[in-house]
């Protein structure tokens, strides 16, 4: 049995995993040394499926999701194996990596809305898109472009508008489509709900949900807002300064945490429904690139014991289902 | 007086009242050479009293930061009155202007927007005494910033030398609190305080406010697009739309029973939420501030919307107790 996180017990007959990050780590070369952004992370994603990465600044989501998509320059380290549909991608080489990318797995960065090309048309940039991945027609690349804007619920007319003509979340919408446009079976969006409105937003994780479904499309949807991650997520990993501290079902990890992080983190989001009552804050900061000895989360952790100074726990399967990085699974006496 | 009385009179003090404000801005609409009037504010009463958190809510560009600056005088109405303790801000002399500012203090989403970058968090502080001719000498200069870094959680020893990049978000966020506390406001104006805060940061500085409320005795107008966090910390809740205020009532009486369509439409697209989208909406509507819709700014994408709502705009009215609404068919109370 294998303690790869997030790894669902099923018959051998189930269909392998799309994607499956083991052992990753990703170092930044700084002024101040190496800094080690992610620390052996290992996640699946089956087709179809929605993973919602959370976690707070500095944690290495977004570093995660780059990795995936190979976008680090050559300052950084890549250690570990990142596998889609069983092939390693971390040795692909620059061109191989062109032809994987978008064709694959696609993504839709964090801001990505306003970092539209303000003097192309939106179809035009959507056909750019396609033309820069793969050998196309010009009319092909155009009937492509109108399908996806189509599937983004936005109308092909309004492919001759220019980005300052659209609203913010029209804008989002379109920067989905392009990422749509080879129909990758992975899509990976960094914080695509941030600046939008609630209503926009609301929308847009319908539209998301709905492209799963129709077109079986798996994503990583990387976020620090909580509930968009409730509302969105099949299953959902958590991440403290470059480690996964919880990972599992939506509920299991959201609605009954069994990581101290996890469950303060839920706790001290104010909430719209509900009691409404006093909370209590986490102490401190999270840290941003020098970690503590031991449990990374220890300074902040109301139930630290001394065990938690020294060592580093490892993932465990809690009694929730999810598995969990805290010396309180196999010390349950000191809660 | 009895000093129950006198507590009675105070509470019903009204700090900030204004008056059917309008703040237009006039711009050359750069793309197509036109003139465009952009109706930030149109035509807003609203009452602020004293210990009140009035939490205004609303999307971005629903005008509310807009009402919030000209408030604190960073942008002038083009029509209407803005009268703090019963004086018209806009007629104030330099003389009272300057009393003004000592009473009313802004802290915003960006805290780069209130500190300099070159400035270290104890000159960051101290500065506003210097501008008002307090705190006269190094002891006591010193003694003033020690008391506010206290106040606001930060450690004065190793925190006054440090310049703002050194500080986390929610550290910077406290540095501004300080600097707005300096003066002894009575009236501190929240532009989305912690909507760049980490989400465990924000609480903190949330139950900071609360609690500089109760010890500072301060009214705050808290303005944020997160009903959570409205709920949180609000007394009331005014709820914004293209300029106007649609609804207003205490945060859980607003949430129970909405009776604004608008303010329904963002209960039900909060995730998680059990209520149900109104089946009409306009997935396409773009929101224009130069060209707002004729009669109810909120009738284009109403599910309700009759004949009425797109001629007539709706007023202000209480529909059940404390608990104002502006909409000509408002939902079922």
């Known amino acids: 049995m294998s303690t790869m996180a997030g790894l669902r ?3 051998s007959d189930a269909q392998a995993p799309l994607l499956e990050v083991k052992n990753l780590s990703v170092s930044y070369k700084t002024g101040f040394g190496q800094v080690k952004a992610v620390d052996n992370v290992s996640f699946t994603i089956n087709s179809g499926e929605i993973l919602g990465l959370a976690g707070e600044s500095a944690c290495g989501k977004t570093t995660t999701a780059l990795s995936i998509m190979r976008l680090h320059d050559k300052n950084t380290i890549i250690e570990g194996n990142i596998l889609f549909k069983g092939k390693n991608i971390v040795d692909l080489t620059d061109e191989q990596l062109r032809e994987f990318r978008w064709k694959n797995v696609s993504m839709i960065p964090q801001g990505s809305m306003n970092s539209l090309d303000p003097v192309m048309t939106i179809g035009d940039q959507i056909i750019e898109a396609i033309r820069a991945h793969k050998q196309t027609s010009k009319s092909d690349a155009n009937a492509t472009m109108e399908r996806v804007l189509t599937a983004v619920a936005i109308h092909p007319s309004r492919a001759k508008n220019y980005p300052h003509e659209f609203s913010g979340g ?11 446009a080879l129909e990758p079976q992975l899509v990976i969006a960094d914080e695509p709900t941030t600046a939008l409105d609630v209503v926009v937003q609301k929308q847009l994780l319908d539209l998301l949900k709905q492209l ?32 996964i501290v919880e990972i599992g079902q939506n509920k299991a990890v959201l609605s009954h945490p069994s990581h101290p992080y996890t469950e303060a983190l839920v706790d001290s989001v104010p909430r719209v429904f509900g009691k409404r009552e006093l909370l209590n804050s986490i102490p401190g900061n999270p840290p941003t690139g020098i970690w503590p000895t031991g449990c990374r989360f220890n300074p902040r952790c109301k139930y630290a014991f001394d065990l ?11 009694n929730t289902g999810t598995m969990s990085a805290c010396h309180l699974i196999s010390h349950p006496n000191r809660a | ?31 197509l050479g036109k003139k465009v009037t952009l109706h930030a504010v149109d035509d807003v009463t609203l009452t602020l009293k004293e210990g009140e958190v009035l939490g205004l809510v609303g999307e971005s560009g629903s005008g509310k930061s807009t009402l919030a600056r000209t408030i604190v005088k960073l942008h002038r109405p083009t029509s209407g009155q803005v009268a703090y303790r019963g004086e018209d801000i806009s007629r104030q002399d330099r003389k009272s202007s300057k009393e003004f500012r000592r009473h009313v203090q802004m802290i915003f989403q960006d805290p780069y927007e209130s500190l300099n970058p070159q400035a270290n968090v104890f000159n960051a502080v101290l500065e506003p005494l ?17 008391e506010l870094l206290r106040m606001v959680g930060l450690d004065p020893a190793s925190k006054m030398d440090r310049f703002p990049h050194e500080l986390s978000g929610g550290e910077r966020q406290r540095v501004a609190i300080a600097r707005a506390l300096s003066l002894n406001p009575e009236l501190l104006i929240a532009d989305e305080p912690v909507s760049m805060l980490d989400v465990s940061i924000r609480l903190g500085i949330l139950n900071l406010m609360l609690e500089l409320k109760e010890r500072l005795k301060l009214t705050y107008l808290f303005i944020t697009h997160d009903l959570g966090v409205a709920r949180y910390i609000a007394t009331t809740v005014a709820v914004m739309y293209h300029g106007k205020i649609v609804e207003i009532a205490n945060p859980d009486e607003l949430i129970a029973h909405p009776l604004h369509h608008y303010t329904n439409l963002l209960l039900a697209s909060i995730p998680g939420s059990e209520l149900s989208e109104p089946s009409r909406q306009s997935t396409e509507y773009t929101f224009n501030p130069a060209e707002p819709p004729q009669g109810c700014r909120f009738h284009p994408r109403c599910a309700a919307a009759k004949e009425k709502c797109s001629t007539e705009e709706p007023t202000l009215t209480e529909i ?11 939902l079922a109370a």
Not at chain 2, 6 to 27: A, C, G, M, P, S
């Open chain 1, 9 to 11: 017990l099923e018959p």
């Open chain 1, 170 to 180: 029209m804008k989002q919408r379109a920067v989905i489509a392009m990422a749509l």
């Open chain 1, 212 to 243: 799963r479904e129709h077109l079986r499309i798996s994503f990583l949807f990387v976020t620090h807002d909580l509930s968009v991650i409730s509302e969105i997520s099949d299953r959902v990993a958590i991440m403290y300064a470059g480690k």
């Open chain 1, 308 to 318: 938690c100074r020294e060592r580093e726990p490892e993932l465990e399967l809690s």
């Open chain 2, 1 to 31: 007086m009895s000093s129950q009385e006198i507590r009675q009179i105070q509470q019903d003090k009204k700090l900030v009242e204004i008056q059917n404000l309008k703040v237009y801005f006039h711009q050359r609409s750069t793309m």
């Open chain 2, 130 to 146: 210097i501008i008002h001719g307090l705190a006269r000498d190094k002891t006591e200069r010193e003694a003033k910033v020690i």
């Open chain 2, 320 to 330: 059940r107790k404390d608990h104002f609404v502006s909409c000509h068919y408002p």
